[in-house]
């Protein structure tokens, strides 16, 4: 019987002290899905809502997960960073559904899982308006939260390998707890982002909520913001307009940059393992922003020169992954390599730009 699907949630355990007063202690088995998912006329697909969907990361996302036609999409996003225009190719089709929607407010809807990505990501977007930036973590965090409580979803948060701040410990590995300031420019983002792995932690011990965790590090790839500040969109734009590589002192700070298809893929195979993570997706190949420039205008502009330029406070002076729990869980590891990644993303920003290439 379906009825019987909806199990008993606690368990009470007597245990008599010394004392004669009882003790109780209570598990939590995770909140059952619709009695519907198990009726034999419903087996259609598989619900998921995507929060930030009409972002760089979250499209791309969407893409992968339309691509099975069991799947029914619905994207949630109230358009601060993203554009329905990375949607466009699927807006009309029957299996996906598009809202406008701030997560800092309650949603109230019937899915499976729920990737919950909606956050500004780039320092010029969440340093624009901090207040806002820390609220979508917490308050939107928990919406989810309670979204997938009262629904028995599975749900993903993509945290940051911000949450690492300015590493004592290199490569980062998730058991690093980090080195954050709390109060500078960027803690709307860095502790926001803690403080939504601590409530997905949280909800999961106290109700038994099935989540996952990923800390992404740098992507890059077609679809990010032309202007957001971040280091390879930066630089590709610069190059086609012909502009100097703004490199900011030294220079020899590191990045660690994945391309947008295999984080992708490692988030779909996180979302169906059986780990809770925390764990770290992206590309172990450590380059210098130095490095990074010259690579950029070796293959897009030879023409630009570099220049340098005041650094930005709080910046981290070393990023890499340490991905050995996500070869070892997820059987994950990135297959792009920068040199093949960057034209990739170098004829989106010609089109968006409208630079056509020299003969």
Known sequence: MIWELISVQTMATDSSNGNGHHQTTTTKTPPSPSPLRFSKFFQSNMRILVTGGAGFIGSHLVDRLMENEKNEVIVADNYFTGSKDNLKKWIGHPRFELIRHDVTEPLLIEVDQIYHLACPASPIFYKYNPVKTIKTNVIGTLNMLGL????????????????????????????????????????????????????????????????????????????????????????????????????????????SFCYVSDLVDGLIRLMEGPNTGPINLGNPGEFTMIELAETVKELINPDVEIKMVENTPDDPKQRKPDITKAKELLGWEPKVKLRDGLPLMEENFRLRLGVDKKK
């Open 148 to 255: 997938a409580k009262r629904v028995g979803a599975r749900i993903l948060l993509t945290s940051t390998s911000e949450v690492y701040g300015d590493p004592l410990v290199h490569p980062q590995p998730e058991s690093y707890w980090g080195n954050v300031n709390p109060i500078g420019v960027r803690s709307c983002y860095d502790e926001g982002k803690r403080v939504a792995e601590t409530l997905m932690f949280d909800y999961h011990r106290q109700h038994g909520i099935e989540i996952r965790i990923a800390r992404i590090f740098n992507t890059y790839g077609p679809r990010m913001n032309i202007d957001d500040g971040r280091v390879v969109s930066n630089f590709i734009a610069q190059a086609l307009r012909g502009e100097s590589l703004t490199v900011q002192s030294p220079g020899t700070q590191t990045r």
